[in-house]
């Protein structure tokens, strides 16, 4: 796909020159942009060679674009945003060389620009690994086979968050009451808890990324402690 940029999109840049209060950079992809100092960080600013330096790779945002070009803030980034574009940007040149590897230089050349047609790079893999048949748009019967190879023995294995909380009722039905509690708790997320001692519990959640799977893990300990305060119930989220 032709990169199109928006306002407000994040961008991976190569500094190329500063000139008195201006940063000069080249979008990665295409397109040239400029930051002024007032972009670069909050505060004042002695020397903007402290936050910029020349051939240095750094993540903007675009504020505005005006016909080819296009003014860029880096101190408008945060730090996550950052780390989510660059987690990005080296599973896109995973997958490119993944192609590559199979294909060799020169015909690389040809399928990859065949396959920018249509997607980014990043969702083309995110539909194969959904159907692999799309493989066979670009590739070859032995070719595709390879990738899926690769793919398979790429797997990230899954990662896993647990937390410990204290759950108890001094109901004469409590066992009955705590035991619909986290039956409910976990109705829509596919979770595990388990008991460990006198009123206390592990809730384990498994996934490949680390920040969804804390997102549950949040929801699931908020749902129970809703329902322990409507039962009248004792709970607490121990310090891991």
Do not use: W
């Amino acid at each position: 796909m032709e990169n199109q940029f928006e306002e407000g999109q994040l961008v991976l840049c190569i500094v190329e020159k500063i000139i008195g209060t201006t940063v000069f950079v080249k979008v990665e992809g295409s397109g040239e942009g400029t930051i002024t100092t007032s972009e670069i960080a909050p505060g004042r600013i002695r020397n903007l060679r402290d936050y910029v330096i020349p051939n240095k790779k750094i993540v903007c945002k675009i504020l505005r674009i005006q016909g080819d070009k296009i003014q860029l803030s880096l101190r408008r980034v945060k730090p996550n945003e950052r780390k989510e574009l660059l987690d990005k940007v080296e599973k896109e040149k995973s997958y490119s060389a993944i192609i590559k590897t199979v294909l060799g230089t020169e015909k690389y050349e040809e399928v990859i620009k065949e396959i920018l047609k249509e997607y980014y790079l990043i969702d083309f893999f995110e539909e194969i690994k959904k159907d692999t048949k799309l493989l066979n748009k670009y590739f070859e019967k032995e070719s595709a086979e390879k990738i899926i190879k690769i793919l398979d023995s790429k797997k990230e294995k899954l990662k896993e968050i647990r937390q410990i909380f204290r759950l108890s009722s001094k109901s004469s039905n409590g066992i009955l009451i705590i035991k619909d509690i986290i039956k409910e708790s976990c109705n829509n997320f596919n979770c595990n808890i388990s008991y460990l001692a006198a009123g206390k519990y592990s809730v384990a959640l498994s996934g490949e990324d680390l920040k969804i799977i804390n997102n549950k893990i949040v929801a699931v300990l908020e749902k129970i402690e809703l329902l322990a305060k409507k039962q009248h119930c004792e709970f607490i989220v121990e310090k891991n």
